[in-house]
């Protein structure tokens, strides 16, 4: 039994969406969906009922996409903290383990580990030290860079996205001072905890909306063995401190010209794959 990971599958897509339709069953697995999986109800259902069958478990942390609205959807449509919820209950009725859930110790190859599914969002702090937070919007539209986020993705009942970030990052870090301090620990967020990890070669001032940086030392002080991460859409392995960071985007159609089946995008989180010579 191992514990895999892919995230930001970006169903809206519609190769995407036939790639995630044709991804292999591994049942005795766990797959872990990092994130970005789409900007609707319908995405994210459609990626829970094709592929909750195929694997012995699922876990879903939420991306930024999840929480976008259509500025022309109707008053009623689920935003912020809300739209949150819901999702958290559409996991739930498929048994998909979710950030507000108990979190479970991983007892296949490579364990014991404790998995911890986190929803921490980003305060614009990833930025350099002159550039004050009032100004990191406007910094990085300097290089014509800026997010969707600013108009799609509401806070509600929050005054800030930066304030919703700061209370669940302390909600998070108050259960994981309490969360099982024998066991090495899966930590997965959508968001880089690091600033350090932020590699955009293309579009390097979008590193405000990539995380926060209350989390740089969370590797450490929380023992993690495994970090897992999507949202840069730029798959890569990285150590610090002897822990292992890994961001596991399958991204946009776009980005992909090796012409690989998704199957060869889903990343063994445990046991440790082995080192390429």
């Known amino acids: ?19 995630v339709a044709s991804l292999g069953a591994r049942p005795d697995d766990w797959l872990v969906l990092g994130g970005d999986l789409g900007e609707t109800f319908e995405h994210v259902t459609f990626v829970l ?22 500025p022309h959807a109707p008053p009623g449509e689920p ?9 958290v209950e559409l996991c739930r009725e498929r048994g998909v383990l979710t950030p507000e859930d108990p979190y ?19 305060d614009y702090t990833f930025r350099p030290d ?13 290089h014509g860079i800026a997010a969707a986020d600013e108009f799609l993705l509401d806070p509600a009942p929050f005054p800030s996205r930066e304030a919703w970030c700061h209370a669940r990052v302390a909600e998070t870090e108050a259960r994981l001072r309490e969360a099982a301090p024998g066991l090495p620990k899966v930590l997965i967020n959508h968001f880089p905890l690091r600033q350090d990890l932020v590699f955009l070669p293309r579009v390097p001032r979008f590193s405000p909306w990539c995380g926060t940086r209350k989390t740089t030392d969370w590797h450490l002080r929380f023992d993690a063995r495994v970090v897992v991460q999507g949202h840069l859409h730029v798959r890569r392995t ?21 012409g690989r089946p998704i199957d060869a995008y889903v990343k063994q989180i445990l046991p440790a794959p082995e080192a390429v010579p």
């Open 130 to 142: 002159d550039v004050p937070a009032h100004e990191a919007v406007a910094w990085a539209a300097e």
């Open 49 to 70: 009922d094709t592929l909750a069958p195929r694997f012995r478990r699922l876990v879903w942390v939420p991306g930024n996409h999840e929480l976008y609205v259509d």
């Open 79 to 87: 935003r912020g903290a809300a739209r949150y919820a819901r999702y």
């Open 1 to 19: 039994m191992k514990l895999l990971a892919i995230s930001d599958l970006h169903v809206g897509f519609p190769d995407n969406r036939s790639a």
């Open 238 to 258: 990285v150590h610090v401190d002897g822990v292992r960071f890994e961001e596991v985007s399958f991204g946009y159609p776009r980005e992909r010209r090796d």
């Open 104 to 122: 479970p110790v991983w007892e296949g190859e490579g364990g014991p580990h404790l998995v911890v599914p986190m929803f921490l969002l980003y």
